[in-house]
């Protein structure tokens, strides 16, 4: 368990089991430390403070790259954003960095930085790395995709004259 974690709100109970188990859908809402756990009941309780992020400048032309790359990240897999999807988000960081292609521990490290401008810096700094990754997986899949050859690995009767 880590020690920063994110309250949340149930939003929707989508399965409830015979053993008292639900799956839940759940919208977090603040940033929080654990500052102790009590496992004396059949479910861990914690004692928590809600944490502020620090104050920082945002700078808008890293708002903005991130936003391009996020569209360009979606663009990618096939879909299609609006841009007014970004627009009047408080904390835009933890909106892209749901579906950024972010690791668990990279989604951790997110949830730790201290302040939205920390948090745009990191993942400007993701998206430069791991779009041009995606870009070379696509290009792989199309060549695969197109008629099942590699112009570099010809196939056993395929004429090497293209």
């Known amino acids: 368990m880590c020690e920063t974690g994110c309250t949340a709100h149930i939003d929707k109970i989508v399965t409830e089991y015979e053993d008292g188990r639900k799956d839940i859908l759940v919208t977090g809402v603040d940033r929080m430390q654990i500052l102790q ?22 700078d808008n032309n890293i708002r903005e ?12 897999a096939g879909r299609i954003p609006a841009p007014t999807t970004y627009q009047d988000r408080e904390f835009l960081s933890f909106f892209i960095a749901h579906n950024a292609g972010l690791s668990v521990g990279q989604k951790q490290k997110v949830l730790e930085l201290k302040g939205e401008a920390d948090r745009l810096d990191f993942l400007v700094s ?5 779009i041009p990754l995606v870009e070379e997986v696509e290009a792989i899949r199309s060549k695969v995709l197109s008629n099942g050859h590699f112009k570099d690995f010809p196939m056993e009767g395929d004429d090497d004259s293209d």
């Open 37 to 58: 756990v009590s496992e004396a009941n059949p479910y861990s309780i914690a004692d928590i403070e809600i944490l502020n992020d620090d104050e920082q400048i945002i």
């Open 65 to 76: 790259r991130l936003i391009a790359q996020h569209i360009k990240l979606l663009e990618l």
């Open 126 to 130: 993701h998206m430069e790395k791991f």
